[in-house]
Every structure is written in C-alpha cells, then in structure tokens.
C-alpha cells in the first residue's frame, strides 16, 4: 500500500469506528487523510473495499495481541481465557466496542467483503477458544468455545455502556474452563 494508502486507512478507521460506518462518506475521508477522492478510488476502487482494508487492519491487530497474550500465558488453562485479557487491554483504547460487531450490525448483506471479514474474525475466535480448550484438555471444547465466545462478545457488547461487565465474564470464563478441565468422578 502507498502512503496515501495508508493515510487513507488510517482516517477511515478513526471515522468508521467513531462515527459508524454508513455515517461517514468518502468525501470526508479524502479531506481527513489529504487525499482526493480520485486516489482514494485509485486506491481502494470503492468505500465497500476501504471498509474491507479497515476491518482487515483491526483483525491483523487484534490477532497479533491474541496471540501475544496466548504465547504469555503460564498454563494451556490460562492461554484458554487469554482473549479475555487482550480484550482488556484492546479496551484500553476502543471504547466503543466492537468495530465487526458494529459493522456486522451496519452492513447486513452477506455478500458485502466487510461482512465476510467480520464474520471470519468470529468464526476465528471461535475456533481459537476451542484449539485452546482442546490443549488444555477440558471435556467438550466445542461446547466452551461456544460458551466463552458468547461471554467475550457479551463483554465486548456491554464496553459502551457505564457497567464493566469484563472482570466478571473473564471470572465466569476461568470458572468454565476449570470445570471443564477438572477430573469427572
């Protein structure tokens, strides 16, 4: 990607995620990272595609802390309840939630590249918690990967609003997956 690229990137997320995405035109992205429109269709071919980049920037990151966060753990126990704790820091600076929650909600239309790349950023998660929770050995790691998905988008859901649901669904998570991996007898 060029500079202008990048810039333009850069002030769609910041407008898309603030803003919404079906809120905030081309225009006003072209003015925020002083390009014309012209390079920004040069570059992206249409706002449909710039969403894309913009999703797809925020799940490389989100990915890359993920992993972090799973690689630090002490224990495959722990590594199971790791994006609990990379989406405590994430939160740190995304305060109003989920950005493919947010699209997902703005852009129904499953044929739309942005739907795709938030749907597969979930899928993701998923599929992650129950890698994780298959290592750690618990009993049906498909059934809490399903469980800990729900609380982590829960957790993400609730971010906005004046209640920190966090520490509470990152509690209820190491609960599940200590009774998941606790001997049956």
Not at 138 to 161: D, I, K, M, N, R
Not at 178 to 183: H, I, K, L, V, Y
Request: proline share 5%.
């Amino acid at each position: 990607m060029t500079p202008a690229g990048h810039r333009i990137v850069a002030a769609a997320e910041e407008l898309f995620y603030n803003r919404g995405i079906t809120a905030v035109g081309v225009d006003l992205i072209a003015e925020r990272s002083g390009v014309t429109k012209r390079t920004l269709y040069n570059q992206f071919g249409s706002k449909d595609h710039l969403v894309a980049a913009y999703l797809t920037g925020r799940d490389q990151r989100w990915r890359s802390l993920v992993r972090a966060a799973v690689d630090a753990a002490d224990t495959p126990a722990e590594a199971v309840t790791a994006p609990f704790e990379a989406l405590r820091t994430w939160s740190q600076t995304n305060t109003r939630g989920c950005a493919f929650i947010n699209a997902l909600a703005e852009l129904p239309d499953p044929s739309h590249p942005a739907y795709r790349i938030a749907e597969n950023q979930k899928l993701w998660l998923l599929d992650l918690f129950e890698e994780l929770a298959a290592r750690a050995g618990c009993s049906s790691p498909a059934t809490l990967a399903t469980q800990l998905l729900v609380l982590h988008e829960g957790a993400l859901a609730t971010q906005p609003l004046s209640l920190d649901s966090l520490p509470a669904s990152t509690d209820l998570a190491r609960a599940l997956v200590q009774a998941g991996t606790s001997p049956r007898g």
